[in-house]
């Protein structure tokens, strides 16, 4: 069987390069379903007469489920498909604004720096991320440190 290679190779990426994913709305769905993965039903997030008393008024997404949604974005660049081999560090993560029911968001990556490691086939990349939601607002923001695979010779 034959691997579909969409991803760049890590010699085709660029310090400086851009790339944005397609966007995801966020369900109620995403939000229980992620309480029940995660067994964090915590009362922001499932109930929606306490979260009416709270200062954003509603239920809001899981921080670490926004940051779920923001890899799995990530990977819908097309950019990292068939081509990364391991997500390596969370070198700063920001949660900046709340993510709503109904919000649909998107991310941008922005490569950083890169650095070649031939012993593990291929280099790696500090990528900034943006989570943005429909008004443009960033609800989530970092630096996550990616490797990527070289280009077979």
Do not use: C
Not at 13 to 35: C, H, L, N, Q
Not at 67 to 95: D, Q
Not at 114 to 141: F, T, W
């Amino acid at each position: 069987m034959t691997t579909l290679i969409r991803g760049k190779y890590f010699e085709e990426f660029e310090v400086g390069t851009s790339y944005t994913s397609p966007g995801r709305t966020i369900t109620e769905s995403d939000i229980v379903g992620f309480a029940g993965l995660s067994g964090d039903y915590t009362q922001i997030h499932t109930d929606a007469e306490f979260s009416k008393t709270t200062i954003v008024g509603q239920r809001v997404a899981h921080g670490l489920l926004g940051l779920a949604i923001a890899s799995g974005l990530a990977v819908r660049t097309g950019v990292l498909e068939g081509t990364v081999l391991a997500f390596r560090e969370i070198v700063e993560w920001k949660f900046v604004k709340p993510i709503f029911i109904g919000d649909t968001v998107r991310v941008s990556l922005n490569v950083l720096e890169k650095k070649a490691l031939p012993r593990l086939g291929g280099g790696s990349l500090n990528i900034e991320l943006r989570l943005v939601n429909q008004s443009e607002d960033v609800v989530m923001k970092g630096i996550w440190k990616v490797l990527v695979a070289s280009r077979p010779e």
